[in-house]
């Protein structure tokens, strides 16, 4: 003991004593100051109905990697694997902060087996299944789902936009908010991440815009899809109304399964095939680009088939030069 105190390594037997419902708490009222509203409800909805509720009454000191383990396979035999994953990154979380602060000599999340999540691309669309679906949409959402598609906005981030973030003339828009959807209703924040971007917007899209603006207050605050009832007329339409709206234009279209979501990703797939993956990290507000393949950006319909066909061109010419400096050694 005198050792570890020399060393700095001591640590008090009351502090692990402490139960981890109790340090959680700790943890959760001196960090949830940085977190945004969404964060802080799914944290706590997490907290309670996986962690504590399993967990909470387990002294620090007594939380072994093997009851962690079994913890995490009690989950994944009733949740999906990115609840669990979501489940134990949090109690990590906890337990890092147990460790930093001297209440336990080491974490007992130690890299468990969890679950891995299936990938499932997302929905790439074409420029003519985006024009079928818009044909079934009133204005404002018609230029909603081009603001979607021809400029990569998340939905949150869409729906809060005031007429001040959109510059006709100039033809750019600024992302500078977002909202989410909450129990206790919407909540307007900064972007995820607290990204602030400007965008340059399509000429066509634009002209859409001002069309749709001749209907609104002229003022800059104003919400550019405002709720469409007039005792909501004040506040950004919800998102549930705008989904029912955008599944009927889906299934007139004759498409199926596409979400908001994936005219996002579908923007990252064309400006990725176009422009590169940099520039289409830059207009989806990623910081890394390697975010934006992983998740967004996927091959265009059609060019592998280009791939292979200028490859045989190449491979053609190869052979054919080959040829040729056989033939001229023949002669020689």
Same mark, same amino acid.
């Given at each position: 003991? +005198?050792?570890?105190?020399?060393?700095?390594? @001591?640590?008090?037997?009351?502090?692990?004593? *402490?139960?981890?419902?109790? @340090?959680?708490?700790? @943890?959760?009222?001196?960090?949830? /100051?940085?977190?945004?509203?969404?964060?802080?409800?799914? !944290?706590? /909805?997490?907290?309670?109905?996986?962690? &504590?509720?399993?967990?909470?009454?387990?002294?620090?000191?007594?939380?072994?990697?093997?009851?962690?383990?079994?913890?995490?396979?009690?989950?994944?035999?009733?949740?999906?694997?990115?609840?669990?994953?979501?489940?134990?990154?949090?109690?990590?979380?906890?337990?890092?902060?147990?460790?930093?602060?001297?209440?336990?000599?080491?974490?007992?999340?130690?890299?468990?087996? &969890?679950?891995?999540?299936?990938? #499932?691309?997302?929905?790439?669309?074409?420029?003519?299944?985006?024009?079928?679906?818009? $044909?079934?949409?009133?204005?404002?959402?018609?230029?909603?789902? &081009?603001?979607? $598609? !021809?400029?990569?906005?998340?939905?949150?981030?869409?729906?809060?936009?005031?007429?001040?973030?959109?510059?006709?003339?100039?033809?750019?828009?600024?992302?500078?908010?977002?909202?989410?959807?909450?129990?206790?209703?919407?909540?307007?924040?900064?972007?995820? /991440?607290?990204?602030?971007? +400007? &965008?340059?917007?399509?000429?066509?899209?634009?002209?859409?815009?001002?069309?749709?603006?001749? #209907?609104?207050?002229?003022?800059?605050?104003?919400?550019?899809?405002?709720?469409?009832?007039?005792?909501?007329?004040?506040?950004?339409?919800? !998102?549930?109304?705008?989904?029912?709206?955008?599944?009927?234009? %889906?299934?007139?279209?004759?498409?199926?399964?596409?979400?908001?979501?994936?005219?996002?990703?579908?923007?990252? /797939? @064309?400006?990725?095939?176009?422009?590169?993956?940099?520039?289409?990290?830059?207009?989806?507000?990623?910081?890394?680009?390697?975010?934006?393949?992983?998740?967004?950006?996927?091959?265009?319909?059609?060019?592998?088939?280009? %791939?292979?066909?200028?490859?045989?061109?190449?491979?053609?010419?190869?052979?054919? *030069?080959?040829? $040729?400096?056989?033939?001229?050694?023949?002669?020689?």
């Amino acid at each position: 003991m +005198e050792a570890d105190v020399t060393q700095g390594r @001591w640590i008090s037997p009351e502090a692990g004593r *402490t139960t981890v419902a109790e @340090w959680a708490e700790q @943890w959760f009222s001196a960090a949830e /100051s940085g977190w945004k509203p969404k964060t802080r409800h799914t !944290y706590r /909805s997490v907290l309670d109905r996986l962690v &504590l509720a399993h967990l909470g009454r387990v002294q620090l000191a007594a939380l072994r990697p093997i009851a962690v383990n079994k913890w995490v396979g009690t989950l994944s035999e009733r949740l999906s694997p990115s609840q669990v994953r979501q489940a134990y990154r949090l109690l990590s979380q906890i337990m890092a902060a147990a460790v930093d602060n001297g209440m336990i000599p080491s974490s007992p999340c130690r890299r468990p087996r &969890l679950p891995r999540i299936p990938e #499932a691309d997302p929905r790439i669309l074409t420029v003519e299944q985006v024009g079928r679906i818009t $044909a079934h949409c009133t204005l404002g959402d018609r230029v909603l789902v &081009l603001l979607l $598609a !021809y400029a990569g906005l998340r939905i949150g981030e869409a729906l809060p936009l005031r007429r001040r973030h959109i510059d006709i003339s100039g033809g750019r828009i600024v992302v500078a908010e977002a909202v989410s959807e909450l129990p206790g209703g919407p909540v307007i924040d900064t972007p995820k /991440s607290h990204q602030r971007r +400007e &965008l340059a917007v399509p000429a066509f899209v634009l002209q859409l815009v001002r069309e749709h603006f001749a #209907a609104l207050p002229d003022e800059p605050d104003a919400f550019a899809f405002p709720g469409r009832r007039k005792h909501t007329a004040e506040r950004q339409q919800s !998102y549930h109304g705008f989904r029912r709206r955008f599944n009927r234009a %889906v299934t007139a279209a004759g498409l199926d399964g596409v979400t908001p979501h994936d005219l996002r990703a579908t923007h990252a /797939s @064309w400006v990725a095939d176009t422009h590169g993956v940099l520039l289409a990290a830059r207009r989806l507000g990623h910081a890394n680009a390697s975010v934006t393949t992983r998740h967004y950006a996927r091959p265009v319909d059609g060019r592998d088939a280009e %791939v292979a066909r200028h490859l045989d061109k190449i491979g053609r010419a190869r052979s054919g *030069t080959q040829r $040729a400096r056989k033939a001229r050694k023949v002669e020689e």
